[in-house]
């Protein structure tokens, strides 16, 4: 069994890991009878799994850019587009997402 996920497999993933999401278009219920349009949410963080390790990404807002995270390293990234290519470069497995209502993405 591979401990890691291919790159091209990682590429097609980061290229359909959305930036932002409204729920009203993932789950119908969402903002069913409301006027105004649902508020979109912003992605600020990912878990992710490699070679049996875990890592993440998350967003600072007081640096104004992501992070990487690896057991009591933690070091700045950049901005999104740089986060999706740091996570197909070191074969970062994403796993789970966190998206926020207030948190923009940079």
């Not at 690896?70 to 700045?76: I, W």
């Not at 997402?97 to 207030?102: A, D, I, N, R």
Request: charged share 20%.
């Amino acid at each position: 069994v591979e401990d890691c996920a291919s790159k091209e497999h990682l590429s097609d993933i980061a290229d359909g890991l959305a930036p932002q999401i409204r729920l009203n278009k993932v789950y119908r219920a969402v903002g069913a009878g409301q006027k105004q349009k649902p508020t979109p949410y912003q992605i600020v963080g990912m878990i992710c799994f490699y070679g049996r390790h875990y890592t993440s990404f998350f967003y600072n807002q007081q640096l104004q850019k992501w992070v990487f995270i690896d057991d009591s390293s933690v070091r700045p990234v950049g901005d999104w587009s740089d986060v999706k290519q740091n996570m197909i470069d070191g074969r970062h497995m994403p796993l789970v997402l966190f998206y926020s209502q207030k948190s923009p993405v940079r």
